[in-house]
């Protein structure tokens, strides 16, 4: 592990560093350099005693199960904060008890501890019946277009639409809500975009949306039963021992009661993080406009971020913004287009242009929900009992006991299993055994300067991942 975190971030956006891995018979591991290049040469592959590099579309020793797909990335480290670190970024520095760097938390733990675990495997004499993809990108942090974008393409050619039985990416965590400890794997995503709002006048009116347009009409949060967010609220009603009794009571009598789902909102959205959870949000995060102080800019633009709840969609939002500014471009004269659609067109002697576009291309749908009840929930089973397995082993509790609350989430950002969709028939599971109650006093922030894992929490990893592996192999999924 502090090997790994001595490779700086940075050096993978050269055109010159790839991230390569090496296959088993029965293991496929596939990398992507930032060219985009889904498969590479695999003679310089590393090597390992018992791993053999073979065909790319070569199946486990048994052709019928489905494979299933583990993915685990780093933000670069600004140069002006190295100063800032407790220990230097890339340094993988380990003090006894944590190992600390750019990426220990997020998410070369995750990498090391999921290489770790197959390395175990196959030193013990594994030999899985199931196909296991490994697929490691090159630029996660960047929305993953010349990694897990390249990497689906890929696999969706060799193996075909919905041939993965589940994957498994970055996303929940071990913690602790009202006094018990729950994990939550993600099971959905919301969607995102980044709308550009650019004005355009000859002169005369120049000017951006004001910049609390958007800001003061917000769309109203609001609780729905059946989302993801409420399933969490049922498990930490159901297994929270310190939840205050309000709360619970609420939570509990919501499931019937419109007026008790209206007092939970009530408790709840005093919170702005529960707010911002439940709705779609909005950060105006660029805004530009003139070269000068004393010179009216012709253009201008900002950039609103859009955070997406999966009960909503992108048209949903777009729709929304436009019915909010529709009124300025009348006040200001303006033809407004919304994505090469005309909503104003033909004003009289018009001042000027209102137009909606996609700022990056990098709009997205909130993610499908995989399900976590029903005939389709067997991954889900299957995680969850592997979780729990997991954390009683490593405590040396008993292993039927439940001392980890497992109940479904939603991840507060995105991964990069947007391109996945087509791979599993919507069975992504959010989830690498990040244990945060571990971290302590200790900032356990994923980009921050102080960034470590305790070797304890790492070690956890590792036996979470064999035992996943382990447990998949012998499913009939």
């Not at 498969?39 to 310089?44: E, L, N």
Request: net charge negative; proline share 6%; with cysteine.
């Amino acid at each position: 592990m502090s090997e790994v975190l001595r490779i700086g971030q940075e050096g993978i956006w050269t055109s010159t560093k790839k991230k390569k891995f090496f296959r088993h018979s029965k293991l496929q591991w596939y990398y992507t350099d930032v060219q985009g290049t889904a498969f590479g040469p695999f003679s310089s592959a590393p090597s390992h005693s018992t791993l053999s590099l073979t065909k790319v579309n070569t199946y486990g020793t048994n052709p019928l199960s489905s494979p299933l797909t583990l993915t685990p990335d780093v933000v670069p480290v600004e140069p002006q904060t190295v100063a800032d670190w407790k220990y230097p970024p890339y340094a993988g520095f380990y003090d006894g008890t944590r190992i600390w760097g750019r990426g220990a938390s997020d998410d070369k733990s995750g990498l090391i501890s999921l290489m770790s675990a197959i390395e175990i495997l196959l030193e013990a004499g594994f030999n899985p019946e199931r196909t296991l993809v490994l697929a490691f990108g090159c630029d996660e942090e960047a929305s993953g277009h010349f990694g897990a974008q390249q990497l689906a393409k890929a696999m969706l050619q060799i193996y075909g639409k919905d041939s993965f039985a589940f994957i498994v990416d970055e996303g929940g965590d071990i913690s602790e809500h009202y006094g018990t400890i729950f994990a939550t794997p993600g099971v959905t995503e919301k969607g995102y975009l980044d709308l550009r709002i650019e004005v355009s006048s000859p002169g005369g009116h120049s000017s951006i949306p004001p910049e609390h347009t958007l800001e003061n009409n917000p769309v109203p949060a609001e609780i729905s039963t059946d989302s993801v967010y409420y399933l969490t609220l049922q498990c930490y009603a159901g297994y929270g021992k310190d939840m205050p009794s309000a709360l619970r009571k609420a939570i509990i009598r919501s499931k019937h009661s419109h007026k008790a789902l209206k007092r939970l909102s009530e408790i709840l959205f005093k919170d702005p993080a529960n707010v911002a959870l439940t709705g779609t949000t909005h950060a105006i995060d660029l805004i530009y406009g003139g070269v000068k102080s004393n010179a009216l800019p012709e253009q201008a633009y900002a950039v609103v971020n859009h955070r997406i709840p999966p009960r909503s969609s992108l048209s949903e939002a777009i729709e929304r913004d436009e019915d909010n500014l529709r009124a300025l471009a009348i006040k200001f004269n303006l033809n407004f287009t919304s994505f090469d659609r005309q909503i104003i067109t033909g004003a009289q002697n018009a001042s000027g242009s209102l137009v909606f576009s996609d700022a990056f291309n990098s709009r997205l749908e909130p993610a499908p929900t995989t399900p976590t009840s029903g005939p389709k929930a067997s991954p889900y089973a299957l995680l969850s009992g592997t979780i729990q397995a997991t954390y009683n082993a490593h405590r040396g509790l008993d292993l039927g006991s439940r001392n980890v609350i497992v109940t479904p989430g939603m991840p507060a950002g995105n991964t990069d299993t947007r391109f996945y969709w087509d791979l599993s028939d919507g069975q992504i599971l959010r989830y690498n055994h990040r244990n945060s109650l571990a971290f302590g006093d200790v900032a356990s922030g994923l980009t921050v300067t102080i960034v470590d894992i305790p070797v304890d929490a790492l070690l956890e990893m590792i036996r979470f991942f064999a035992t996943l592996i382990l447990n998949i192999n012998e499913s009939s999924m």
